[in-house]
């Protein structure tokens, strides 16, 4: 399945999943120690970034790919909902004319497929960013307890392409989210979307998975960067 599906799929009840997402949001917002109001989130989902902004914006321009995510996020005058994927040019070619106070990114570009061209094409507008960024070691032990390999890039390589483009400061926080048993656990990973859509396991390997995950939690690691 797609990326796009997924997200799709998940839209409906994408926030009551995102608990992580919630949480890395906040984090990013409370690292802007300005007050930006003209803003463009990338792989904006349901809001969350705009839920979390406390101040009065004048403009926000809200990019996701997925028209189901768009459908749930927050409408106004000032707010402007455009489809677009963050992989193609012409989606920054069609943004060409803006300008913005800051550049948002929260828990999206991970999905970057080539993520060096996402970043110079970002760079063009010349504005401050702020991503969070899922990296490696993302659920490890699941892909550890698997045998497989892990599906995010690693932080030093995500850290090394930002800084060909960006000035950065950076952070790395890992998140934990407790449950009773595996099966649930395994429930909030399809429903939340967080894999990606990637059918990353077959039955065997979710067998293998239900009996011998040894953690009562997943792990999430997250790269914060800003300038
Ligand atoms: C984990 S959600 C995060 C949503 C929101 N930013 C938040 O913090 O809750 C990732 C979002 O990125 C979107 N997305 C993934 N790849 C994308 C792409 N190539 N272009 C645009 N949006 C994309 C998905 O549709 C989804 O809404």
């Known amino acids: 399945m797609q990326v796009q599906t997924q997200f799709s799929k998940s839209a409906q009840h994408y926030d009551e999943y995102n608990i992580v997402q919630q949480q890395v949001v906040d984090h990013q917002v409370a690292l802007c120690t300005e007050q930006p109001t003209r803003i463009l989130d990338l792989g904006c989902g349901t809001g969350a970034l705009f839920k979390s902004i406390s101040w009065n ?19 106004g005058d000032h707010i402007e909902l455009i489809k677009g994927d963050f992989n193609d040019e012409t989606l920054f070619k069609s943004l060409g004319e803006y ?17 060096d061209q996402t970043f110079q094409l970002i760079k063009e507008f ?33 850290l090394n392409t930002a800084e060909k483009y960006f000035d950065i400061k950076s952070e790395v926080v890992t998140y934990r989210l407790p449950f009773s048993n595996s099966l649930d656990m395994l429930r ?28 009562d939690h997943l792990e999430f690691e997250v790269l914060f960067i800003h300038n």
């Open 57 to 75: 914006l004048k403009q926000l321009v809200a990019i996701d790919f997925s028209d189901e995510m768009l459908k749930y996020h927050p409408s």
């Open 99 to 115: 300008q913005f106070d800051r550049i948002f990114s929260a828990s999206s570009l991970q999905w970057a497929k080539d993520l």
């Open 126 to 158: 010349n504005a401050p960013i702020s991503f969070s960024i899922f990296t490696q070691k993302t659920f490890a032990k699941i892909f550890e307890t698997a045998g497989i390999n892990p599906l995010l890039r690693d932080v030093k390589m995500v």
């Open 188 to 215: 909030y990973i399809k429903a939340s979307g967080v894999s990606g859509g990637r059918n990353i396991l077959n039955y065997k390997q979710i067998n293998h998975l239900l009996r011998e995950y040894p953690l």
